[in-house]
């Protein structure tokens, strides 16, 4: 099947500082980037998305980058707050699967106070 | 809205039994998917449904079944429960035709179903 690398796995960070989280992905033909937030005991929840024909997005304390040509794409998350900890999930649109997402391995990322 | 709702929450099986996992969607969406989170493993898709009448196998489909009962229910069928289908099976769910991925419909999940087989 198409593969997602996402590194880290765990993330340690004091809050306010900024976490950065990486994807690469296989499938060259993909065009839709999405990153989901999953707390404990919930979903996956979107919180911001990127599609190909966009370098980059932002959304607040959030943002996303994508290289196409070297297929990967990051989350960046500024200013992080106690709140931000949660597992947080890369994905790519898989062709010819009926919009299905694959999704990477998640990063566990911890805010401390 | 309730968005998607999955039942039962908490399910414990002995190897051998059978069971379904019942999942219902209330936000006129075509495309359904079965999606089961492992430790480390990330979410996989066992199953989707682009639209109704219609069911593709995804990524780990082995010992399951799906029914896509009609545009609003897509239910798991484990036929045989093993210890290796120990896991979280999420449903999903989207409203395909409208830009895939746009911040306003994105695919939503429902808040699982936990399996432990014996």
């Known amino acids: 099947g198409e593969n997602v690398e996402q590194h880290p796995s765990t993330l340690s960070v004091q809050e306010g500082d900024s976490a950065v989280i990486k994807c690469t992905y296989s499938?060259?033909?993909?065009?839709?980037f999405p990153w989901y937030k999953q707390e404990l005991g919930k979903g996956p929840q979107l919180i911001i998305d990127?599609?190909?024909?966009?370098g980059e997005k932002k959304d607040q304390r959030i943002a996303v980058t994508l290289n196409k040509t070297a297929k990967h794409f990051s989350l960046h998350i500024t200013e992080t707050q106690p709140e931000d900890s949660a597992v947080y999930f890369c994905?790519?649109?898989?062709?010819?699967?009926?919009?299905?997402?694959?999704f990477g391995k998640g990063t566990s990322l911890l805010v401390t106070p | 809205n309730a968005g998607v709702t999955q039942t039962p929450k908490f399910q414990v099986l002995k190897t051998g039994q059978s069971m379904t996992l019942q999942c219902a969607q209330d936000?006129?969406?075509?495309?359904m998917y079965w999606y089961r989170q492992d430790p480390g493993m990330g979410l996989r898709l066992i199953y989707y449904?682009?639209?109704?009448?219609?069911?593709d196998k995804g990524e780990v489909p082995n010992g399951y079944n799906v029914s896509r009962l009609n545009k609003r229910e897509f239910s798991l069928r484990l036929e045989s429960a093993a210890p290796s289908q120990t896991s979280v099976y999420f449903c999903?769910?989207?409203?395909?035709?409208?830009?895939?991925?746009?911040?306003?419909?994105?695919?939503?999940f429902g808040n699982g179903t936990r399996l432990t087989v014996t």
């Open positions: 999903a769910s989207i409203r395909q035709g409208t830009s895939f991925g746009s911040y306003n419909s994105p695919l939503h």
């Open positions: 994905a790519f649109l898989l062709s010819n699967s009926g919009y299905a997402l694959n």
């Open positions: 990127i599609r190909s024909n966009v």
């Open positions: 499938d060259s033909a993909s065009n839709y």
């Open positions: 449904s682009a639209s109704e009448g219609t069911t």
């Open positions: 936000m006129n969406h075509n495309s």
